[in-house]
């Protein structure tokens, strides 16, 4: 894949992990029974949905470019970005695990874009 082809993928994923917190942000929001009006009216709701439709979009228009074999691999980065950016921003805690398997993803990324070049 090209340079803007891999940073496009890769926006691709950020965008998605900042909307899974930002859907995190809206399910705090809500009350214990919520009705329509606490969805309509929540703000890191229709933030987070907007910001999904963006990314979306944008994804695609890398899989007109790019072989979805190769594009694909680069969602599992979420499951790393995500934890991390909880810990960051809402105070999550982190555990090794998560770092285990973050590695693990990183190294069948590898393989999978060695495999296929």
């Known amino acids: 894949m090209s340079l803007l082809l891999t940073s496009l993928t890769l926006l691709c994923v950020f965008g998605i992990s900042v909307g899974q917190l ?3 942000k809206a399910a705090m929001q809500l009350p ?4 329509l009006t ?4 929540n703000g890191w709701l229709i933030v ?8 979306t979009l944008l994804w695609i228009w890398v899989l007109r470019s790019a072989p979805l074999h190769l594009a694909y ?7 790393l970005i ?8 809402l105070g999550e805690p982190l555990h090794l695990q998560t770092f285990i398997g973050g590695g693990l993803i990183l190294a069948g990324i590898a393989v999978a ?3 296929a070049a």
């Open 113 to 115: 874009g060695r495999a």
């Open 73 to 79: 691999p680069f969602m599992g980065l979420a499951f």
């Open 48 to 55: 987070a949905l907007a910001l999904y439709g963006i990314t």
């Open 82 to 89: 995500v934890p991390t950016m909880g810990w960051l921003f």
């Open 32 to 35: 214990p029974q919520p009705v």
């Open 38 to 41: 606490d969805w309509l009216f």
């Open 22 to 24: 930002l859907f995190k």
